[in-house]
């Protein structure tokens, strides 16, 4: 750890384009070079100690964490107002704490089921699929990540891309205007054989 990390804990929130999901951005690496989306209490018990806390929360939907930041979407029926403070004072309690983010090996079992995802192609297909990967990875990601949100490649069948939003993207309705226009559009460009886009609410 460098000791950048040993100072006062900040933490300020940040809009994103979904109304019910909230960026909180900290000081400090949460989780460097990876991303981590949880949808529902199973998934973080056994993976995510701070996700798990944050779901005792009645109003806390899910939980997406990555690099400095944890994008928290709510439950529609509260407002920010009402909740965001207790929220961001837990957070950085928790940071402060150093109590742990993520369990060891969630990266591996990430990896292992992204590597078992390419091997179900063969051929052309295999090559289309690589460079779809690729493609998503490299300039899209980048972007979505600002947003405090997350996409993920799902499959490819017969010209169509199944993608899987996260973080701020699930269920925003913008990311549906951004799959189309943006990440479609530039899929067909660079991979003639790709038709359509379409997603998944992670």
């Not at 798990?52 to 400095?68: A, C, E, M, R």
């Not at 402060?96 to 969630?106: L, Q, S």
């Not at 590597?115 to 699929?129: A, F, P, R, S, W």
Request: one cysteine or more.
């Amino acid at each position: 750890m460098s000791t950048l990390t040993k100072g006062p804990v900040m933490l300020y929130t940040e809009q994103t384009p979904n109304p019910e999901s909230l960026k909180f951005v900290t000081n400090r690496m949460l989780y460097p070079h990876n991303t981590a989306d949880f949808r529902e209490v199973d998934l973080a018990k056994k993976w995510s100690p701070l996700a798990t806390t944050l779901f005792d929360f009645p109003y806390v939907k899910g939980v997406y964490i990555s690099q400095n930041y944890v994008t928290i979407t709510k439950e529609f029926n509260y407002q920010w107002e009402d909740i965001m403070l207790k929220l961001k004072e837990y957070i950085k309690e928790y940071v402060e704490a150093d109590k742990p983010i993520i369990n060891e090996g969630f990266e591996e079992v990430k990896a292992k089921l992204d590597q078992e995802n390419l091997e179900t192609y063969e051929g052309d297909d295999k090559e289309i699929v690589t460079k779809i990967m690729n493609l998503i990875e490299t300039y899209v990601k980048p972007a979505v990540e600002m947003d405090g949100g997350n996409i993920e490649f799902k499959s490819y069948k017969e010209g169509v891309v199944t993608v899987i939003m996260q973080g701020s993207c699930s269920g925003c309705p913008s990311s549906t205007v951004t799959l189309k226009a943006g990440i479609e559009g530039m899929l067909q460009r660079m991979v003639p054989e790709v038709k359509e886009v379409v997603s998944e609410m992670g």
